[in-house]
């Protein structure tokens, strides 16, 4: 299917495209789109492990003043910069040189599933986790995530119906104020977070609630009505409304058992383990959303149970039964590891299929010689 999206954002129509339209110029023409995609992740992916080096339980920002240095904040605010501006242009690049493919689409769309975790679990680190004075609690950060991720969701839940992605504004909103906090946070330190600036409240309170009214008010209606709108003009991909709600099925089952894993356990692993659990949170759910994104792209019909609901039910109820006792730790640790390794291997297998498929390599601009 011929991919398109809608961009009605005027921060992005009108700031940072021309900005994106001058750095274009300067990326050779031998480069693959592809490779600048990739390009950005691998940043993301150093930055996040970078903080959690300094930061794995959330709590370096807590302190005054703060335990991760300066230029750690200041690189972040660099790679989120240039991710963004990387994750921008590719698709502007495929069309500069001619080389705009399903696979293009594909690895965009399945890296910003789960770059999109990344970043959120990449910022907490800035607000720190709630220590009875400041920060935020790792209830909150779950809910926060889950959020994000609903919202990333619909973009493409309406694309599975429409044919059209319509770009959340979220998306360059989020960008611009996540490269703000991090150079705000090294240019200022971590008190900026710890001292009320506004009427005894803090500015994560103020993000929370802008994030939240984003997503409620703005980003699910615009959704809605997007849907109604193809369904009135008659050009919704699917005639049954089992047909257009199947890809919610999956996501929201997903969520429903790592909400249960979250209260119910015996262990609190949420507060114990809240870089990993969040991690995985991010992974299972980038996971889910690719299916969704080819069934989307191939106009086939996924399937109702994602495979991995399965393995996770069994975890999740192991752990809240009482059964794993002092180890839900360790298995936490075990699960996430196989399924980070299982997305990446699903990952790659997708690539290699549709590279051979289309006769395409996926970091080369040059054809594929055929057998």
Known sequence: SQYSAVDTNPLSVYIMQPIWNKII???????APNLLTFSGFVMILVN?????????????????????????WLFSAFTTFCAYA???????????????????????????????SIFVL???????RDNGKTGVSVYTMYMYLSIVL???????????????LFLPWGYDISQVVLIAAYLLTGAFGVEVWQKPFLFGYYITDALVVLLIGFSLFLSFPQTLYN???????????????????LPLVSPLLLFLLLTVWVVLSPGNILAKQPRLFLWMVGVAFS????????????????????????????????????LLGWTEEAVLIVFSLLLTAAHVHYGVCVGRQLSEHLNIYIFSLKKRVQE
């Not at 110029?25 to 480069?31: E, Y």
């Open 25 to 31: 110029k300067i990326v050779p023409l031998w480069i």
């Open 48 to 72: 996040y492990f970078l903080i959690s080096f300094y930061d794995w339980d959330y709590t370096a920002s807590g302190t005054s003043p703060g335990l991760v240095p300066t230029w750690v």
């Open 86 to 116: 990387l994750d921008s242009i590719d698709g502007k690049h495929a069309r500069r040189t001619q080389s705009s493919t399903p696979l293009g689409e594909l690895f965009d769309h399945g890296l910003d599933s789960w770059a999109t």
């Open 122 to 128: 990449s910022f907490f680190s800035v607000c720190s």
């Open 150 to 164: 609903f919202n990333f969701m619909c973009s493409h839940w309406e694309k599975y119906n429409t044919g059209v």
């Open 227 to 245: 849907i109604h709108r193809a369904h009135l003009k008659k050009t919704l991909k699917n005639d049954s409304l089992y047909e257009g709600l």
């Open 287 to 322: 996971n889910v959303i690719c299916k969704v994104i080819i069934c989307q792209m191939s106009s086939t019909q996924p399937e109702l149970f994602h495979w991995f609901l399965f393995p996770l039910a069994l975890v999740v109820y192991a752990a809240t039964s009482g």
